[in-house]
């Protein structure tokens, strides 16, 4: 789609990647650090660096991705792609309403708003999450669709939009046993991916225990 036909694109907010690279250098200073020390105790570097190469291409990946989320509006229709979701276009026909929900994520006591964009039985076509998204982008996307947004002004409770949006959750969110299971794997990886370079560098593993 070129970008002369666009009414609208918008991206999200930079400061997401900042803080995506400096979760990554948080994390993997004190892991690489230690290995590498353990790594010059024994002379065998050379897994240590490998296994860096691939979780810093891997992230670079993820991050590469991060670069390449958009949202847009044509004569025809609204289209996006997240980082982990794949290409989604919605015909400008087949939208019936456009919502602007406040709502509370987390612990914070500040509300961020909703996007929600469906068609005439409810069902959720499109949306977008203001932790993401600058608050004028959201603006411009609803004004620039061809139904007049309902905004709700009154905050509610991620829980709550879910129950009076019906569909609006993605498989990941309203459920946090799935996200806890999820850091839990991610903390199991870092582990087994430590005990492989240091099996592979012939440093014995009880010399960790007490």
Do not use: K, N
């Not at 918008?10 to 590498?36: D, E, K």
């Not at 991060?66 to 609204?78: K, R």
């Not at 991620?158 to 959750?169: C, E, I, M, Q, T």
């Amino acid at each position: 789609m070129p970008d002369a036909a666009r009414r609208v694109l918008v991206r999200p907010r930079r400061s997401l990647l900042t803080t995506a690279l400096l979760s990554i250098a948080l994390v993997m200073i004190p892991v690489f650090g230690s290995l590498y020390w353990f790594a010059a105790q024994h002379g065998s570097w050379l897994p240590v660096f490998i296994a860096h190469l691939i979780v810093v291409a891997l992230c670079f990946a993820v991050l590469f991705r991060q670069l390449s989320v958009y949202t847009a509006i044509d004569d025809h229709e609204l289209s996006g792609r997240g980082i982990f979701s794949p290409m989604v276009r919605v015909p400008l026909e087949s939208i019936a309403s456009v919502h602007l929900v406040r709502t509370y994520v987390g612990q914070s006591s500040e509300p961020v708003r909703q996007l929600l964009v469906s068609d005439a039985q409810g069902r959720r076509l499109f949306r977008l999450r203001g932790s993401f998204w600058h608050p004028g982008d959201l603006d411009a996307v609803a004004a620039a669709l061809p139904v007049e947004p309902t905004i709700v002004r009154e905050p509610m409770s991620l829980r709550d939009f879910f129950r009076a949006y019906p569909g609006s959750a993605y498989w990941f969110e309203d459920r946090p046993v799935l996200g806890a299971v999820l850091t839990g794997l991610v903390f199991v990886g870092v582990i087994a991916l430590t005990i492989v370079v240091m099996w592979a560098m012939g440093i014995p593993l009880a010399m960790f225990r007490g």
